[in-house]
C-alpha cells in the first residue's frame, strides 16, 4: 500500500518547538517533491514548505520563514519540518504530501497525501 505517514504533532506552548515526520511506504520518496501543508479551521489549506527531489529547498510560506526548516533523510524515506518559536498561529492539522511534477504551493499537484497531524500551540 502506497501512503504517507505524519507523525510529532501535539500540543506545545507558545516559543516551543516539534518536529514533524513524514515517512513513505510503498515508494521511494526520493523521486518526489515533498510539500507540508496545513488547515486551521474555517481556513484553506495552504502549503508551507517545500522540499526539492535533489534536498534543496523549494519555499517558505513568509509567515514561517526564519522558524521552520524543512529537509530529507532518503536513506531513512523520510521528509522533516523542524518547527521552533511556536505561535498560536501555527495551529492546524499539518499534512505532508507528495508531488512527481515540482514544488507547487497548489495543492493540485500533490498527488499522494497523508492523514495529517495535529498541531496545537497554547499557553
Known amino acids: 500500500q502506497l501512503q504517507l505517514v505524519e507523525s510529532g504533532g501535539g500540543l506545545v506552548q507558545p516559543g516551543g518547538s516539534l518536529r514533524l515526520s513524514c515517512v513513505a511506504s510503498?515508494?521511494?520518496?526520493?523521486?518526489?517533491?515533498i510539500g507540508w501543508f496545513r488547515q486551521a479551521p474555517g481556513k484553506e489549506r495552504e502549503g508551507v514548505s517545500c522540499?526539492?527531489?535533489?534536498?534543496?529547498?523549494?519555499y517558505y510560506v513568509d509567515s514561517v520563514k526564519g522558524r521552520f526548516t524543512i529537509s530529507r533523510d532518503n536513506a531513512n524515506n523520510t521528509v522533516y519540518l523542524q518547527m521552533s518559536s511556536l505561535k498560536p498561529e501555527d495551529t492546524a492539522v499539518y499534512y505532508c504530501?507528495?508531488?512527481?511534477?515540482?514544488?507547487?504551493?497548489?495543492?493540485?499537484?500533490?498527488?499522494?497525501w497523508g492523514q495529517g497531524t495535529q498541531v496545537t500551540v497554547s499557553s
Open positions: 504530501a507528495a508531488s512527481q511534477v515540482s514544488c507547487s504551493t497548489d495543492r493540485s499537484g500533490f498527488s499522494r
Open positions: 510503498g515508494f521511494t520518496l526520493d523521486y518526489y517533491f
Open positions: 522540499i526539492r527531489r535533489d534536498g534543496r529547498t523549494s
